[in-house]
């Protein structure tokens, strides 16, 4: 018994040496109080997800450059300053997604994927989205957002409703027509579809921010994973029906030999892309294929309908920039049966401001991470490879010596052309920067600005929730701990948008409030 004791001792000590020694880089960095072993900073991992949000942005705004967190035994080091965000998002050393990403399950698409897996499937990938095929989509948002204000025009006016359920359903309808090129919302099975990918995007999000669900043999005890695998399955088997019958019709077409030159130089959609043969004759695997709609569907989805119920939210609290927005939009495009072109869409200045204020109080991704894969140096201090840091660009975003005094205001001035003028270029993140920056960005600001359009122009928008009611909780996407309770009032003399007004996702219930 003696002996056994004396080699679990002997086996803590070598292990803490080497532990000691793995880190010994980091005491040249400023960490928090207490630190307790193996828990590591225990009190922040185990608080609740607003309070973890709060002390973590605290935090970064009080450490000017950077802070080490212990999650358990692992180390994070936090980046708050804006050059030491660009030297590590500009890095060809800093590409790789650390461990956390894998939560996320479909390790081969483009969020989630290794390094050397994304760098090939990046390239192969950005011509789907190149400003001409983006333009393309542009008919396809405006039916989308159309069929959005058909949905709250049938509502009683003056109705109190979560808003968001409406922006993310016209998201998932422009997310999936654009990438799947079929209305794949109207098929059999599209209920549990849906539920089934607000099940895996929650599940994932809880693993990466519970240290304690890290550990496989531990999470696979837990009826998190039964539901997350359940959930995937879903996703997954509804995906594969819309495959195989793209896969039937390439085929088909490939071996009609009077096939249109016109549809053979059309611009490819994401399917398309992932079911064709790159110039090197490689295919995507079916993993692969599947790992990446995935991605860029849930990408879009949980992360632009959430912006916009959030851009819904201003514009309750600044009735002002409402009107303006209001004006202008009537201004350029003088009837709802105005064509929105790329040039109409460029016109709308303040449009494209207050979008990217929305972005600045709520960038798509509040933390993201990044592990350096050859040693780099921080300030002087040698971080050898395989670490992680971790950029807080909800705290960037508010700094007070690149936003100012008023750096918590709403603003869309902000954004000005002379206030814009010698900003540093890794002040403002709201997809990420660098090399790894999120791939659908141009995507994502198109079609907001389309719903934009469609809401202001037919709808007033208040709400009963105060500015200082506004919290985030900690999760991968800005995420209020309450619903998007919005009332919505229709515009005198608007006209309801012509487009299919069925209801292609029954929605539960709004408890509508009068």
């Known amino acids: 018994m003696f002996?056994?004791?004396?080699?679990?001792v002997l086996c803590l000590i070598l292990a803490h040496r080497s532990h000691r020694k793995k880190y010994q880089f980091a005491d040249g960095i400023p960490g928090l109080k207490p630190l307790w072993p193996v828990i590591?900073?225990?009190d922040i991992m185990f608080c609740d997800d607003l309070q973890r949000f709060e002390v973590l942005t605290n935090l970064m705004k009080n450490h000017d450059r950077m802070l080490k967190v212990w999650a358990g035994p692992s180390l994070l080091i936090f980046v708050s300053h804006p050059d030491l965000v660009q030297q590590i998002l500009s890095s060809a050393d800093c590409l790789e997604k650390p461990f956390l990403y894998k939560f996320a399950g479909f390790g081969t698409g483009l969020f989630t994927s290794k390094y050397k897996i994304w760098r090939g499937t990046r390239k192969r990938l950005n011509p789907t989205f190149n400003q001409r095929i983006l333009n393309n989509f542009i008919p396809i948002f405006e039916q989308?957002?159309?069929?959005?204000?058909?949905?709250?025009?049938?509502?009683?006016?003056?109705?109190?409703?979560?808003?968001?359920?409406y922006t993310s359903l016209c998201t998932l309808e422009m997310a999936c027509g654009t990438t799947l090129g079929s209305n794949v919302l109207d098929r059999d099975g599209k209920e549990e579809f849906v539920h089934g990918l607000d099940v895996a995007f929650q599940e994932a999000a809880r693993r990466m921010v519970s240290v304690h669900l890290y550990p496989d043999f531990v999470y696979r005890l837990t009826s998190f994973h039964r539901d997350l695998m359940k959930a995937r399955k879903i996703v997954c088997d509804f995906f594969q029906r819309i495959i195989s019958e793209k896969q039937v019709s390439l085929a088909a077409s490939s071996n009609n030999n009077e096939r249109d030159a016109e549809e053979e130089h059309k611009p490819k959609i994401l399917i398309d892309q992932l079911l064709g043969v790159s110039q090197d004759g490689r295919n995507f695997s079916d993993e692969e294929v599947m790992d990446n709609i995935y991605a860029v569907i849930t990408g879009a989805n949980d992360t632009s309908g959430l912006l916009i119920a959030h851009a819904c939210l201003f514009l309750c609290f600044h009735k002002d920039i409402q009107e303006r927005l209001y004006?202008?939009?009537?201004?350029?495009?003088?009837?709802?049966?105005?064509?929105?072109?790329?040039?109409?869409?460029?016109?709308?200045?303040?449009?494209?401001?207050?979008?990217?204020?929305?972005l600045r109080h709520c960038p798509v991704a509040p933390n993201i991470s990044r592990e350096n894969m050859a040693d780099i140096e921080l300030d002087g201090i040698r971080i050898?490879?395989?670490?992680?840091?971790?950029?807080?660009?909800?705290a960037l975003h508010r700094r007070i010596d690149i936003w100012g005094p008023d750096a918590e205001k709403f603003d869309p001035e902000q954004f000005s052309e002379e206030r814009s003028r010698n900003r540093h270029p890794f002040a403002?993140?709201?997809?990420?920067g660098g090399n790894r920056i999120c791939i659908g960005w141009r995507y994502a600001m198109l079609s907001m600005k389309v719903m934009l359009v469609f809401l202001i122009r037919n709808f007033q928008f208040d709400t009963l929730i105060q500015p200082e009611d506004v919290r985030y909780r900690h999760d991968l996407t800005m995420k209020l701990p309450f619903e998007h309770m919005i009332e919505v009032k229709k515009r005198a003399g608007s006209q309801m948008p012509k487009g299919n007004l069925v209801e292609t996702v029954p929605m539960a219930k709004e408890g509508i409030i009068r």
């Open 3 to 8: 002996l056994v004791i004396l080699v679990v």
């Open 40 to 42: 590591g900073n225990g």
């Open 144 to 165: 989308c957002a159309r069929k959005m204000a058909s949905r709250l025009n049938q509502l009683p006016d003056g109705s109190t409703i979560n808003m968001h359920r």
């Open 327 to 358: 004006a202008e939009i009537v201004d350029i495009l003088p009837t709802d049966e105005s064509e929105l072109t790329p040039d109409s869409l460029k016109q709308l200045v303040y449009l494209e401001m207050f979008l990217k204020e929305c």
């Open 384 to 394: 050898p490879a395989g670490n992680i840091f971790v950029m807080n660009f909800y």
């Open 428 to 432: 403002y993140l709201p997809f990420s």
